[in-house]
């Protein structure tokens, strides 16, 4: 199946009933089923026919669109991309290959693995002029600012793959995205150290020239750790996309609008910032560095669970998991991996990590709202144990996930059934009321 044949749901001859008792008006609304998971109420019409919006601020049971891209079972813990597992391509694949498995459809063949990469690993370079920007930040500002105001400007730079009714040109912005995101990144992260930039390679995979970019310096030859390159790459595998997330809603919202796909996914990253969403990952750090020691759970869970605390357990619960979120079982393992192979014995972080889950899974407030560990757990003792300032973890997130956005931007613009995404409202200000001069005004 290629991406240009965007799949649909089936409309179904199933049909629900809806009775307005106030009036005894029924009305039919038929049942739109997917390949698996629930079915969707087709409620397109149900403002025209009864003048009543439904009501879902949080789309806690919404479907905002069909999708062929990623499907989550949050009740038994399930994540596929395109009907392969979560485990199977953490274990057995590669980042490179679930990025064409995104975009195309189907993993790669050895000869369209070889093209795309070589693709991707072309684009790695940023305009020259592009260096100059970052020049204009504070060396302090954060490098979620700077990712979110680069990515923003090569819309400026890149005239050529904006024009997104062009099938070559949203292939090309994808490309571009996905293989500048890296540098921007580790240029960000330079810049924030007041390190020289270091240039793309293209005699290195994708995880290796990122870490290379990231981590050498113009003094000394850098040291690639297989394991530690491997261990990038399942991190990028694990945040690459996530079905209709805060994010990934917000590229797509961007998108319907058609706006060029450099602000949409600017747009994404400025979503992702939010400590509910893939700003988490540095707040688990900075919640376990707060927590300190082991004594000091009971206290903190005692904090999660009072509602005058607006404190929250970072790295746990989720809209749609209500079990263990598999990329957190992934990630738990990797951590003991690195760990070995960066020769970190005992990482006192874990530890904690690791009392402050058993406590909270074995406390009823938890368990009884199925608040789990979720993917942003375990990722931050990792990038830590990587040598990674908490700073850059969600600049981090934001590079994976980058894959996820333009294939769902991709998906949402050749859906034939895309409209402007404009959601109605309750009203619940003022009625009409007369205008007051300033001589009437108390
Ligand atoms: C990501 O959507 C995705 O797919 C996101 C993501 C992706 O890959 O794109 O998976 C990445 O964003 C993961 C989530 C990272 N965020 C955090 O770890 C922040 C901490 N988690 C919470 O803020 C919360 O769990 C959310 C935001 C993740 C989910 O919030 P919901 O679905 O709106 O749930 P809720 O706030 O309605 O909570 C239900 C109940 C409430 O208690 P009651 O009102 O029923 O008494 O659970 C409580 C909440 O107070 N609760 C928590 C809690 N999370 C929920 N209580 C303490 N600590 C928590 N972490």
Not at 114 to 142: S, W
Not at 399 to 425: F, N, S
């Amino acid at each position: 199946m290629t991406a240009e044949r965007a799949a649909s749901h089936v409309e179904t001859e199933e049909t629900v009933t809806l009775t307005i008792d106030k009036t005894g008006e029924t009305h039919q609304l038929r049942v739109l089923s997917g390949t698996t998971g629930p079915s969707a109420i087709d409620v397109r019409d149900l403002y025209a026919q009864t003048g009543m919006f439904t009501y879902d601020p949080g789309f806690t049971s919404t479907a905002s669109c069909d999708s062929s891209l990623t499907y989550i079972d949050g009740d038994a813990g399930i994540l596929r991309h395109r009907g392969y597992a979560i485990e199977d391509l953490a274990e057995h694949s590669d980042f490179m290959e679930v990025c064409y498995l995104l975009l195309n459809g189907d993993l790669p063949n050895a000869k369209q693995k070889a093209k795309f990469e070589h693709t991707i690993t072309n684009h790695t370079m940023v305009h020259e002029q592009l260096m100059y920007l970052f020049r204009g930040f504070r060396r302090d500002a954060h490098p979620m600012s700077i990712l979110v105001g680069v990515t923003g400007a090569l819309s400026a730079f890149y005239h050529d793959s904006t024009d997104i009714s062009d099938a070559h040109q949203r292939m090309v912005a994808s490309h571009r995205l996905i293989a500048k995101m890296p540098t921007i990144a580790a240029l960000a992260y330079k810049y924030s150290i007041g390190q020289p930039f270091v240039y793309p390679r293209n005699d290195l995979n994708f995880a290796e020239n990122f870490l290379h970019m990231t981590f050498s310096v113009p003094a000394e030859e850098y040291r690639l750790l297989p394991e530690v390159s491997r261990a990038m790459d399942r991190i990028f595998i694990l945040h690459a996309d996530h079905e209709q997330n805060a994010s990934t809603s917000t590229v797509r919202l961007a998108g319907s609008s058609g706006a060029n796909p450099f602000a949409c996914i600017a747009a994404g990253i400025s979503s992702l910032w939010g400590p509910a969403h893939g700003g988490a990952n540095e707040a688990v750090l900075n919640m376990l560095g707060e927590i300190g020691s082991k004594d000091r759970i009971p206290e903190f869970i005692a904090r999660a669970k009072d509602k005058d605390d607006p404190f929250r357990l970072m790295g746990f619960g989720h809209r749609v998991y209500k079990n263990y979120d598999p990329r957190a079982t992934v990630l738990r393992k990797s951590c003991d991996e690195v760990l070995a192979a960066l020769g970190v014995g005992d990482e006192p972080l874990l530890d904690l990590a690791m009392e402050l889950e058993k406590t909270a899974l074995a406390d009823p407030y938890f368990v009884e709202r199925k608040l789990f560990p979720n993917v942003d757990f375990y990722s931050g003792i990792l990038l830590k144990a990587m040598g990674f300032p908490t700073s850059m973890f969600t600049v981090l997130f934001a590079l994976a996930r980058t894959v996820g956005w333009v294939a769902q931007w991709k998906e949402m613009v050749e859906d034939p059934k895309q409209r402007i995404g404009r959601p109605r409202q309750l009203y619940v200000g003022p009625d009409e009321r007369k205008f007051v001069p300033m001589a009437g005004r108390r």
